[in-house]
């Protein structure tokens, strides 16, 4: 402990008598806070405009088309800005990178990948464009809002999360956490702005729905089964079955070719098949090979 004690008046000392050491140090700090700031511009760009009040009267003063326009290229500004300070700012490591935690980063990864493509590709009120379908009431609630109204966000969410944990560095922490936190808490502020545009109408969507994912589920306002069902989750397994079915019956995948031939895996299955039936010996009531 003492040690440590006297190193600290060493280490000041060492960094006020190289000043190559100070700029470096200064210029570490000044990159780090570059980060924070793109984080901070991010952040407020959203929460501080978008799902508020604010929001309305730019709306009502450029109108939705122009407001969503200059939001957008605000976002993504500020998006580049944070991918550009996250690349050049130096590695503090906080608890480290977590080796062992990958295998589970790629089931959570998979799945947050699932979310954002379903979110994306699912109709639901809570979507840019689509407030109107506040108006079908329960009918909305279909597939994949069944589970969760923000399936896009909460992908975004536990991607952040998943990123956050296994890098183990500071860097990590202010960019993915600012994802993070915008994600959940964008749910919330889209929530909020749906609740003041239409007031009983969204009460009784989000009735049937929830904000976390499972929570209608569990409190017996949604079914698990019919929401999987609408989403198609069983599709991909009923193509590979049909894949495996038609494998097996030509003898290889039974494509064809620009020219109608069939391809050359089918014609070898084929070939093997009839020298396999022409040396067998001939038993009596089998006829001819067919």
Same mark, same amino acid.
């Given at each position: 402990?003492?040690?440590?004690?006297?190193?600290?008046?060493?280490?000041?000392?060492?960094?006020?008598?190289?000043?190559?050491?100070?700029?470096? &140090?200064?210029?570490? #700090?000044?990159?780090? =806070?570059?980060?924070? /700031?793109?984080? *901070?511009?991010?952040? +407020?760009?959203?929460? $501080?405009?978008?799902?508020?009040?604010?929001?309305?009267?730019?709306?009502?003063?450029?109108?939705?088309?122009?407001?969503?326009?200059?939001?957008?290229?605000?976002?993504?500004?500020?998006?580049?800005?944070?991918?550009?300070?996250?690349?050049?700012?130096?590695?503090?490591?906080?608890?480290?990178?977590?080796?062992?935690?990958?295998?589970?980063?790629?089931?959570?990864?998979?799945?947050?990948?699932?979310?954002?493509?379903?979110?994306?590709?699912?109709?639901?009120?809570?979507?840019?464009?689509?407030?109107?379908?506040?108006?079908?009431?329960?009918?909305?609630?279909?597939?994949? &809002?069944?589970?969760? #109204?923000?399936?896009? =966000?909460?992908?975004? /969410?536990?991607? *952040?999360?998943?990123? +956050?944990?296994?890098? $183990?560095?500071?860097?990590?922490?202010?960019?993915?956490?600012?994802?993070?936190?915008?994600?959940?808490?964008?749910?919330?502020?889209?929530?909020?702005?749906?609740?003041?545009?239409?007031?009983?109408?969204?009460?009784?969507?989000?009735?049937?729905?929830?904000?976390?994912?499972?929570?209608?589920?569990?409190?017996?306002?949604?079914?698990?089964?019919?929401?999987?069902?609408?989403?198609?989750?069983?599709?991909?397994?009923?193509?590979?079955?049909?894949?495996?079915?038609?494998?097996?019956?030509?003898?290889?995948?039974?494509?064809?070719?620009?020219?109608?031939?069939?391809?050359?895996?089918?014609?070898?299955?084929?070939?093997?098949?009839?020298?396999?039936?022409?040396?067998?010996?001939?038993?009596?009531?089998?006829?001819?090979?067919?």
């Amino acid at each position: 402990m003492t040690g440590c004690v006297m190193d600290q008046p060493a280490r000041v000392k060492m960094l006020t008598e190289d000043p190559g050491r100070v700029r470096e &140090v200064a210029e570490q #700090r000044r990159i780090m =806070l570059n980060l924070v /700031a793109a984080s *901070a511009y991010f952040l +407020l760009t959203h929460f $501080g405009v978008s799902g508020t009040r604010v929001r309305d009267r730019l709306v009502a003063r450029l109108g939705s088309r122009a407001y969503r326009g200059a939001f957008a290229l605000s976002s993504v500004i500020g998006l580049v800005w944070m991918i550009y300070a996250y690349k050049h700012v130096p590695t503090v490591e906080l608890w480290g990178v977590l080796l062992g935690f990958r295998p589970a980063a790629y089931v959570l990864v998979f799945i947050a990948f699932i979310l954002v493509v379903i979110g994306i590709t699912t109709p639901s009120p809570t979507r840019v464009g689509m407030e109107s379908k506040v108006g079908q009431g329960t009918e909305a609630a279909r597939g994949m &809002v069944c589970i969760t #109204r923000h399936p896009f =966000l909460w992908g975004i /969410a536990l991607w *952040a999360l998943v990123h +956050l944990i296994i890098n $183990g560095d500071l860097a990590s922490l202010i960019l993915f956490g600012s994802l993070l936190v915008l994600a959940v808490g964008g749910t919330l502020s889209i929530d909020a702005k749906r609740r003041r545009n239409f007031g009983e109408q969204w009460i009784k969507f989000a009735k049937v729905t929830s904000d976390i994912p499972f929570a209608a589920i569990a409190a017996g306002r949604n079914r698990l089964g019919s929401a999987l069902v609408e989403i198609g989750v069983w599709r991909p397994w009923q193509r590979f079955s049909s894949t495996r079915r038609r494998f097996i019956y030509t003898g290889g995948w039974g494509r064809r070719s620009r020219d109608g031939r069939a391809s050359s895996g089918m014609l070898k299955a084929n070939q093997m098949q009839g020298r396999a039936l022409e040396d067998r010996p001939r038993m009596k009531g089998f006829g001819q090979d067919r």
